[in-house]
């Protein structure tokens, strides 16, 4: 009797716990942040005169190693640059994130997911190019970019705090714990439960474990490992991806349309939200866009940062194809599986399970299982992309000849993660999430001229010179 109050004890400061986070991470995202985010990203776009959607083809050319020059400063080429910024957002928020979206807000969250997206387009823009504009030196003399290294750099010494609070709360955004605990569940209810093998806190810690010394072995490699493994990861976790997804789609080609109107219609009427809020349906779509794709954040800008490149331009035009990607394509494509399967209003599941949920019932026991491989690929090739942020922000503060510290402690999380719920988890990342866009969008907007005459220098000279840069 005594062991049973103790678990529900344990039980009740868990869903305590819980709540606390969640408040916080609520209040974070209130209107304050929801206009920085959508106003700052409409603001960009009109001061930009949309330059960056006229210049999609020319960003291709450059992710395509058009442009590439080994003796430029950096660590790594435009492709790694956007394939570690991708392998951080082409991942679980495309995957566990529209199935949270749909669960909270209904098919409309999707509508201002990709309002959110396609402003986002320009954010990453300029917020990658200034993090190539104004980079530093770490303590070792390593060349780093970053919202911290644009605030100081950019705005100066006086707005160091700004950078440093920045740091901070991107230590624990880029935790993994989200990542770990999804690919537990999927793990879990896919594969151990179907088969009657035991399954707990036990074995949910070993998981853990193992997902902790695989991600180690990778991370103490550096960028240069990172971006090598994630370049190889990410196109293969999005075509199968994606090809597993396009079957779904294909094999209901008569509810295509229906869940495109009931999308559109949603977005305006609310009527799948709690409450019926419109507010409450754009401020869910914004949240789980920004978790897709990031735009805003500032955790691409470290990736961009690190790109081998003496224009900042190309850099800016290579991350904004980054919402394009994972929002416009991969995150519509779930949400088509969930709305057309059915599951997303059966009220049997939520999160990694409703979209493993959707892929058995296309595909009949076979359909869960690949998605678990994708799940698998796409968690960890964003728990490898994760610690290099992290590093960079710890780096920022304490110095980079004592990063590793940082490391252990992303990796003893991982385990963590495995054994918590994921109201906690999805608080956590929100609410850092939140708390990081601040100094990201606070820096971008101040220094935003800077973008917009090195644009029009680029151009210009690009114009004159169609086959400026390496070809």
């Known amino acids: 009797m005594n062991e049973q109050s103790n678990l529900l004890q344990a039980d009740e400061n868990i869903s305590i716990t819980e709540r606390i986070i969640t408040g916080f991470s609520d209040m974070a995202w209130g209107t304050p942040l929801l206009i920085l985010l959508l106003g700052g990203g409409l603001f960009f776009l009109l001061y930009s005169r949309m330059l960056p959607f006229r210049y999609f083809r020319h960003a291709i050319a450059i992710l395509l190693g058009r442009y590439d020059d080994p003796d430029e400063p950096g660590h790594i080429n435009h492709y790694q640059a956007l394939s570690t910024a991708l392998a951080a957002t082409v991942g679980m928020g495309n995957i566990t994130g529209v199935a949270l979206a749909i669960t909270m807000g209904g098919p409309g969250a999707i509508f201002w997911m990709w309002v959110s997206a396609l402003l986002g387009v320009t954010t990453k823009y300029f917020t990658c190019t200034l993090a190539v504009m104004f980079r530093g030196q770490d303590s070792n003399g390593e060349l780093q970019g970053g919202p911290m290294y644009v605030i100081v750099k950019g705005l100066g010494?006086?707005?160091?705090?700004?950078?440093?609070?920045?740091?901070?709360?991107?230590?624990?955004?880029?935790?993994?714990?989200?990542?770990?605990?999804?690919?537990?569940?999927?793990?879990?209810?896919?594969?151990?439960?179907?088969?009657?093998?035991?399954?707990?806190?036990?074995?949910?810690?070993?998981?853990?474990?193992?997902?902790?010394?695989?991600?180690?072995?990778?991370?103490?490699?550096?960028?240069?490992?990172?971006?090598?493994?994630?370049?190889?990861?990410?196109?293969?976790?999005?075509?199968?991806?994606?090809?597993?997804?396009?079957?779904?789609?294909?094999?209901?080609?008569?509810?295509?349309?229906?869940?495109?109107?009931?999308?559109?219609?949603?977005?305006?009427?609310?009527?799948?939200?709690?409450?019926?809020s419109l507010g409450a349906l754009v401020i869910t779509g914004v949240r789980r866009a920004a978790f897709s794709n990031e735009a805003g954040i500032g955790t691409a800008p470290m990736a961009h940062g690190a790109a081998k490149t003496n224009e900042p331009v190309r850099e800016g035009l290579v991350a904004m194809l980054g919402p394009v990607v994972d929002t416009i394509l991969v995150c519509t494509m779930t949400a088509l599986a969930l709305i057309m399967t059915g599951v997303w209003n059966a009220g049997e599941s939520d999160g990694i399970t409703?979209?493993?949920?959707?892929?058995?019932?296309?595909?009949?026991?076979?359909?869960?299982?690949?998605?678990?491989?994708?799940?698998?690929v796409f968690s960890i090739s964003t728990m490898l992309s994760f610690p290099y942020y992290g590093t960079k922000c710890f780096s920022f503060i304490f110095g980079a000849r004592h990063s590793y510290i940082y490391k252990w402690f992303y990796l003893l999380t991982i385990p963590l993660g495995a054994v918590s719920t994921l109201g906690t988890v999805v608080g956590i990342f929100d609410g850092a999430y939140a708390l990081m866009a601040f100094p990201t969008m606070l820096s971008a907007l101040l220094l935003s001229p800077h973008v917009v005459r090195a644009s029009k220098d680029y151009f210009n000279r690009l114009k004159s010179k169609p086959a400026y840069g390496k070809n």
């Open 354 to 376: 409703m979209t493993a949920d959707a892929f058995e019932r296309a595909m009949p026991g076979i359909g869960a299982y690949l998605l678990t491989i994708c799940v698998a």
């Open 157 to 276: 010494q006086n707005w160091r705090p700004l950078a440093i609070f920045f740091s901070v709360t991107g230590m624990i955004g880029v935790l993994p714990m989200f990542q770990v605990n999804q690919l537990t569940q999927v793990v879990r209810d896919v594969v151990l439960i179907p088969n009657q093998v035991e399954v707990g806190f036990t074995s949910n810690l070993v998981s853990g474990i193992l997902v902790a010394i695989l991600v180690g072995v990778v991370i103490f490699g550096g960028i240069q490992r990172i971006g090598k493994v994630t370049g190889r990861m990410v196109p293969i976790m999005v075509a199968l991806y994606v090809g597993l997804v396009l079957y779904i789609i294909f094999s209901n080609t008569e509810n295509i349309l229906p869940s495109f109107a009931l999308i559109f219609r949603d977005a305006f009427t609310a009527k799948s939200v709690l409450g019926g």
